[in-house]
């Protein structure tokens, strides 16, 4: 009974909601209790190759854990416990007493046959043995727990029997990702890709704010330009003249255009007059993996068809402040890179959980882009920078999104450009970028922050003022 209690005690301290009102853990008071009173007889999976057991942090499994212990036999009946978890949905959210985090509990129903399972996503990373999940003996149920802070919103998918190669030295990953599936106990999907679905999670904390749902432009034209090798749509908001107008550049443009909902916070902030009038040049890409790593050619279409063709059917502002360049991943390293190169073109820079890692094949000296940056001799660059609070995974160089943002950040400080920074509570994902780039574009194209939680500059950054609280990362 003690057990009992104390995940009763547990439950009317933390009884979470989805920030859609869509209750997700009302239950949980059954399913500890059941938890803490679950009766014996089914056989199931054997031990197999499962990594060794640990002590549970979540109450709900260590109630379990407790009770299979305790059982005469060397098995539990799980179906009534799954019944409850699929009633209520997963991932399970517990309190941390004592923090200001929650317990994010995965599960995955096995059989015999399986070995193994992971969960691969923003909350857990892509490495094992972080994200395997471990087998309560004489059970069914594998788990996997996480502290996370409760306003996060992540991605994530499970791969059942996975090789558990990391995933930059196996060559067949695309084919992997094939097996890997969604969480059939939440009901939350999203698609990662075409045939790829995964399940997405909120925080109970979470709160959406006006930039949070995807939007749709209300009354601008598009036009498709075909220059040489490459495509562009053109953005033009309503209301916008086609003399003195700036140009926003977006790289991955299809993705920035359905994903990020650029044309219409765009267009948004140029109707409240946040950000002066200008024209949105959608950048689509034959094969991203080479046009967007630094490269002369790609330099060259943009500064020498992109901007004449621009130039031939608008009057474009001469002050490069009125430009930005614009992407994400690998977009943001060619957004900084262009930057670098053509000053005279874009006076800003937005980078969004920029791939700074990044080097040319056979280049071991290390970074090659904070080489490049620190060897400038150029005028000041003006970049905006952010990252999710959970790229905190290893990437290739051996840190992190967050971490590699965080130093090309300090770098640029250094050397007295103006940079303006800021994380967010989620993971490498366009839901995250799309809540943050009209902060980034009030910032590039107007000098003003809007009131951006968490937005800080060199000058907060050398002073060592703290950062929001909410948005977590130094």
């Not at 490495?127 to 999940?133: I, K, Q, R, S």
């Not at 995964?198 to 959406?208: K, M, Y």
């Not at 044309?263 to 007059?273: N, V």
């Not at 800003?348 to 056979?362: E, K, M, R, T």
Request: aromatic letters at 8%; proline letters at 9%; a negative charge.
């Amino acid at each position: 009974m003690k057990g009992i209690g104390m995940c009763a005690q547990l439950v009317r301290a933390h009884r979470f909601h989805r920030a859609s009102g869509v209750v997700r853990n009302q239950a949980l008071v059954t399913l500890l209790v059941f938890a803490a009173t679950l009766g014996t007889s089914l056989a199931v999976a054997p031990e197999g190759r499962a990594q060794e057991v640990r002590e549970p942090r979540s109450p709900t499994m260590a109630a379990l854990k407790a009770r299979t212990e305790a059982a005469p036999t060397d098995s539990l009946d799980t179906d009534p416990f799954w019944r409850v978890v699929a009633a209520r949905a997963t991932p399970l959210v517990e309190a941390l007493p004592g923090t200001d985090s929650v317990l994010v509990t995965f599960l995955w129903r096995g059989d015999p046959g399986t070995r193994n399972a992971l969960i691969f996503g923003d909350l857990t990373g892509w490495l094992p043995p972080a994200n395997e999940t471990a087998r309560l003996p004489a059970t069914d149920v594998w788990y996997l727990s996480v502290a996370s802070r409760p306003d996060v919103r992540f991605r994530y998918r499970i791969a059942e029997n996975d090789s558990r190669r990391i995933y930059w030295e196996d060559p067949d990953f695309r084919e992997r990702l094939q097996a890997f599936r969604s969480d059939p106990l939440n009901p939350d999907t999203v698609l990662l890709a075409p045939g790829q679905p995964g399940s997405w999670f909120e925080g109970p904390a979470f709160r959406p704010d006006q930039w949070t749902p995807p939007r749709q432009p209300r009354g601008g034209s598009r036009d498709t330009l075909v220059l040489g090798d490459h495509r562009v749509v053109l953005y033009e908001p309503s209301g916008v003249e086609r003399g003195d107008v700036g140009v926003i550049v977006a790289l991955d443009g299809g993705a920035y255009d359905a994903l990020v909902s650029t044309p219409a916070t765009a267009e948004r902030l140029m109707e409240e007059r946040t950000i002066p009038p200008a024209v949105l040049v959608l950048v689509l890409h034959r094969d991203r993996n080479v046009e967007l790593p630094p490269n002369e050619p790609f330099v060259r279409f943009v500064a020498d068809t992109l901007f004449p063709a621009l130039e031939a059917r608008y009057e474009v502002a001469a002050d490069p402040s009125r430009s930005v360049v614009v992407g994400s991943s690998l977009g943001g390293l060619a957004a900084l890179y262009l930057g670098v190169r053509l000053p005279q073109r874009f006076g800003s820079v937005v980078g969004q959980s920029g791939a700074y890692w990044w080097s040319p094949p056979g280049d071991q000296d290390g970074p090659w882009l904070s080489r490049l940056l620190a060897s400038r001799e150029d005028p000041a660059l003006r970049v905006y920078l952010d990252a999710g609070t959970l790229e905190t995974q290893p990437v290739r160089g051996g840190a992190s999104m967050l971490r590699v943002t965080q130093q090309i950040r300090d770098l640029l400080c250094a050397r007295g450009d103006d940079v303006a920074y800021r994380t967010f509570p989620a993971g490498h994902m366009y839901e995250g970028w799309r809540s943050t780039l009209p902060g980034a574009l009030a910032w590039a194209l107007a000098d003003v922050s809007g009131g951006e939680a968490g937005l800080r500059d060199c000058d907060d950054l050398l002073s060592g003022k703290s950062p929001d609280p909410r948005q977590g990362g130094s």
